[in-house]
């Protein structure tokens, strides 16, 4: 459709414009691109060949001794799956968190709702690192040592997820639907498991893949509570190698490569929901 | 067992509830204390030590504690003044008409926020680096001369970390400005070039005011976000040289954990809470963020 309205723009400065844009744009693209593959390419470079002036931009030799090197010296598998664990348990916990509290604050009047919208929304300018300090001390007087339970539990509500599931259920849930299925018997739970559920797939996608990320990228808490090396992250494990005295940049731009796949491939997967779920709530708004 | 009706009033509360469970435990629960360690002081082993508002009166004497303040307003003031407009005028190259590969671009500036910011520093810090950094190779190539010391001096230090939260941010909010003017009617534009309006004046009378609930959001998200920065410079400098990146959630977690000054940290915390609570709260009564419609 914007094709065929480009079309009809008659000749002039409107049609030099989009070049221009396309220049700018493919700059950018550049800018934002070249520091990933700079990282790609390197990690398959000798150590020595990492810096060397002028840059060189392939590897000459290509080697996987980077990678083999990071698999046989680090426990890298054990970081990869404490944060895969940790991510995946945490997005499917909030997503339903989320979208039962979503789906209230959408479709159902209550005593109080007002109130504890606005409690619930405030929530969100909290800054994390007020409650830090707390949450330590109250996570170690209570004894609690488990990390899963120290990395999942806390965030597991985020109040943004609440938010977007709502915005997204006031249009997505028509009323009339939920009457006849209530007519049909449905208990509330059901009807929401059963007819809501479905309806919100899109919104649900956008929130799995924003959770993930965070919990799969999170390193200031894991920092704190997450002590033993043995227990650690994928992003404490990158750090600890390069903050080790040698600074193994070699095996640091390895790990990174892989630790960027998930994340790259839950983006890309799930990219339309996404970027369409994080913006409906501020367009609407 | 409750009627029909009655397990209907009463759901919405059962479907909140988990919400506000975790809400209390990890949110309100965790204020109280930080509000009772601040009055103290306490290491962390041992009965905390009542000290009344000795805390508060130490941090507005404390130089770090200023200078972090100093510095992360520097962030907020960047990121309000020259993120928020890249963003903005990024979404208005991707918004023009009868463009092609729109996704592409999109999804590839949105990119860096997809990825661990401990990566994301790593790389940079190479990129950074004195002798051997990208940065200085291409000055060199470019001009001859390539000697800064990015990570090194203090204001250098400061604009690398600014450049960074300027890759990391700007596709991230572009997508938002991209929805917005993707929401404004066409006919909007075309009565005011009917009206004899150029680009530019278009661009002040009908795009910004369309556009104002848009940035209002970006804009609180932003404040609130930069307010709290802390992996940018806690990985590319470690606050430093000296104190010159130091931000204040660093140093709540400088002063917490490797000054085990629970008590003092957790006064700091307080303080940047009320701070930016008032940040979000005047935000919100300003552009009514968050209310229906």
Redesign the interface.
Known sequence: M??S???R?PAGPATR??RL??V??IA??V???L??L??LSSSFKHRGD??????QPLPSPFTLENYTRLLETQPFWGWFATSTIVAVVSTAVSVF??A??G???AK?R?RG?RL?FD????????????????????LIKAGVTNVYFSLI?????P?FG??MMRQYAEQAVPDSVLEAA?IDGA???GL?TRVVLPLLRPALGALAVWSF?NS??S??WPL?VVSDPAQYT??LG??SL?AAEARQ?DL??AG?VL??IP??I??ILL?KQL??G???????? | MPSAAGRRALAPYAFISPFYLLYALFLVVPIGIGGYLSLTEWAGLGTPLWVGLDNYTRLFGDGSFLTAVVNTMLYVLFSVCVVVPAALLIAQGLNARGLRGRDFFRLTFFMPVVLSPIIIALVFTLFYDREYGLFNAALRGFFGWGGIDWLGEPSWAKVSVMLLVLWRWTGYLTIFFLAGLKNIPRELYEAASIDGAGRVHSFFNVTLPMLKPVTAFVAVTVMVGTAQILEEPMLLTEGGPGEATLSVAMFIYREAFTRQQLGYAAAAGVVMFVIVFLIGRAANAVFGVGRER
């Open positions: 914007s094709a309205h480009a079309r723009v414009r989009p844009v396309y700018l744009l950018l693209v800018m934002f691109v520091p990933l700079w990282a990492i810096f060397t002036y002028p840059p968190v989320c039962l509290a789906f209230a604050f159902y209550f709702k504890l409690v619930m929304f405030s929530s969100m300018a909290v800054p994390f690192a007020v409650i830090v300090v707390p949450l330590f001390v109250m539990v806390p965030w597991v509500a109040a609440i938010f209530r208990s509330e739970f929401f990320l799969y990228n390193f200031f704190i994928l992003p990158i750090q390069y940049v640091v731009l990174s630790a960027a994340s790259l839950m983006f990219r970027l369409d994080l913006t409906a709530g501020a367009v609407k708004s």
